[in-house]
C-alpha cells in the first residue's frame, strides 16, 4: 500500500536542517561522516552560522518538502584539489546533515574563493 507523508513530518527533518546547518563544505569525495567532510576531504568552506545556511521548509516540486539554501558568494579554499562534492553541516553538533555532488567538478587551490549558487535539497513526499 504506497501512502503519503504528511508535510508536518517532512518539515520536522528540514526544520532540523534548517535550524542547525551552520556551513557548507566542498569536497574531494564523498563524505560519510562529519570528519570526511570538515577534514578528510575538505577543500574550503563557508561559514553562515546555525539557521543561516538554508530557509524554512517550503512546498517542493513536483511534491513533497525542501529548504534552499543562501548562495556561497565567498567560500574561503583551505586545500588544492578537486572539488566534487558539497556537504551541509552542523559544527556546534559535529554533524553531516546533508551532502550530494556538485553540478561539475571544479579544480581548487588553497587561497582562493570558491562560489556556490543556491539550490533546493528536497524531500519527496510520496
Known amino acids: ?3 503519503k507523508v504528511n508535510g508536518t513530518v517532512l518539515d520536522n ?4 536542517l534548517h535550524n542547525n546547518a551552520s556551513h557548507i563544505y566542498i569536497c574531494s569525495a564523498e ?9 578528510n576531504f575538505a577543500l574550503g568552506n563557508y561559514n553562515f552560522g546555525a539557521g543561516n545556511c538554508v530557509g524554512a521548509p517550503a512546498a517542493g516540486t513536483p511534491n513533497g518538502r525542501k529548504v534552499t539554501t543562501v548562495a556561497v558568494t565567498a567560500g574561503t579554499v583551505t586545500g588544492t584539489g578537486t572539488a566534487t562534492r558539497w556537504a551541509i553541516v552542523d559544527v556546534p ?3 553531516l546533515l546533508v551532502d550530494n555532488d556538485l553540478a561539475s567538478s571544479q579544480p581548487v587551490t588553497a587561497g582562493n574563493v570558491w562560489s556556490l549558487p543556491a539550490f533546493d535539497f528536497r524531500i519527496p513526499g510520496s
Do not use: R
Not at 31 to 39: G, K, L, S
Open 13 to 16: 527533518g528540514l526544520l532540523l
Open 93 to 95: 553538533n559535529s554533524a
Open 31 to 39: 563524505p560519510t561522516n562529519f570528519a570526511d567532510a570538515t577534514v
Open 1 to 3: 500500500m504506497a501512502g
